[in-house]
């Protein structure tokens, strides 16, 4: 079973109260959602692999330390996980981006995939996809499939909020891949909204209706 963490830094609980709130406009929740990401993904990086370097300081030789492990993609879930890209590339400006594309059908609900791009090295990179939420898990499962059907072999997926359900449903198709959430709420309504959620993600970081 894979691991599911709520990262409930104080920082990141007010940036996410910020958001959920129906007064906040496109800019400033466009601003937060992509801080909240930055946050997040310093959070689990901490685990990053170091090795030991000599470089030459304008003082004399030493030994320092520097990133040593696979090298990272960031990956959103498009529309919305668009919004979280930014914050991560501010913390890790060369890690390379793809992106996985899902429309749901609106009669079935079910998520298809319509757009797949992604590094060529794909299996010799950990990968974090990022979405804000994650609802039903549909989307997230798909779009693990699709990255593991191209070789991924190491992926985790960060959300800025989680229903049970998904959380649930992830973990049963892809127990090799960990979850992280600003938080996880209450239960998904009977139209796949997260309560109490903050709405449609993707209309509110783009304006959208
Ligand atoms: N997608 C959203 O944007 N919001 C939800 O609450 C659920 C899915």
Known sequence: MSKFTVLDHPLIQHKLTIIRD??????????????????????ITRDLPLRDVE?????GKTIQKELAGKKLAIVPILRAGLGMVDGV?????????????????????????YFVKMPPDIDQRDLIIV????????????????????????IRLVVLVAAPEGVQAVQAEHPDVDIYAAAEDEYLTDSGYI??????????LFGTK
């Open 22 to 43: 129906k007064n906040t406009g496109t800019k400033e929740f466009r601003q937060i959602a992509n801080e909240i990401a930055g946050l997040m993904v310093y959070e």
């Open 55 to 59: 470089i030459e300081t304008p003082m």
């Open 89 to 113: 590339l501010e913390l890790i400006p060369a890690a390379k981006v793809g992106h996985v594309g899902m429309y749901r059908d609106e009669t079935t609900l079910k998520p298809h995939e």
């Open 131 to 154: 979405d804000p939420m994650l609802a039903t898990g549909g989307s997230a499962n798909m779009a693990i499939e699709a990255l593991k059907k191209r070789g991924a072999t190491s």
């Open 195 to 204: 309560f109490p959620g903050l709405g449609d993600a993707g209309d509110r």
